[in-house]
């Protein structure tokens, strides 16, 4: 006779609405990458704010989710609206998961405020040094120009804006996690919080660095654009 009945009951349903949300987050990260498309490129450097959506996703559900909604979303975009064909591909891949995965391991680990920083910091650190490394090796086939002159970009190109760009997707993940997973548990896409190792480790302190994170990023886009 089965002894934990209602236990088995609860797990189905579960089970069942995590492929449905995972969906609805690929979606969700694809419209955001549209929407990011609007946003004019540094020299030929793009920002996407998908990133975000995604190590949402990692914090949610783990670090093997975070990667399966990358490689998703970025087929999907490189065989409609891509114009830098398996190039593009490849360093988004790289650039989305070396910038996720860190995030969502430390803070899988840590389900805390601090862990949610930590992890945040590590992927921006992670994804600056990887985005650096792989235009190194892809930008002279992609772009045609000699490695020398590519490697000239690191210092004043490639390693300022990637700093940039994860701070300010960093500070997005602060602000937009609580509201995200507030309203997916209250669809029951999402398990309720069970205490302090749930989902809701992000405070208010939070909220408020992650708004100062978004605004200094922006701000420091708007230098390297030459608005400012």
């Not at 990358?70 to 398996?86: A, P, Y």
């Not at 891949?93 to 389900?111: D, E, K, M, N």
């Not at 300022?160 to 300010?168: A, D, R």
Request: with cysteine; net charge positive.
């Amino acid at each position: 006779m089965d002894s934990h009945p209602t236990a088995r009951a609860s797990a189905r349903p579960a089970s069942a609405r995590r492929p449905a949300t995972i969906g609805m987050l690929c979606a969700v990260a694809y419209v955001v990458m549209l929407i990011g498309q609007l946003i004019p490129p540094v020299m030929f450097l793009s920002y996407d704010p998908k990133d975000v959506i995604i190590v949402i996703s990692g914090f949610i559900f783990g670090p093997l989710t975070a990667v399966l909604i990358t490689v998703l979303v970025d087929l999907v975009e490189m065989v409609t609206v891509s114009s830098t064909g398996i190039y593009g591909f490849i360093m988004n891949t790289v650039q989305t998961c070396s910038f996720a995965v860190p995030a969502a391991l430390i803070y899988q680990r840590w389900r805390t405020s601090r862990g949610a920083v930590g992890g945040l910091a590590a992927a921006v650190a992670c994804m600056t040094a990887m985005m650096c490394l792989w235009n190194y090796i892809i930008t002279p086939f992609y772009m045609g120009q000699p490695r020398e002159a590519v490697a000239a970009m690191i210092p004043t190109l490639f390693l300022p804006f990637n700093m940039v760009k994860g701070t300010i997707n960093a500070g997005l993940t602060l602000l937009l996690y609580k509201p995200i997973v507030t309203a997916l548990r209250r669809v029951n896409l999402v398990e309720p919080s069970t205490g302090s190792g749930s989902h809701g480790g992000l405070n208010w302190s939070m909220v408020l660095l992650g708004a100062v994170l978004t605004i200094t990023g922006v701000l420091l886009i708007m230098v390297l654009m030459g608005v400012l």
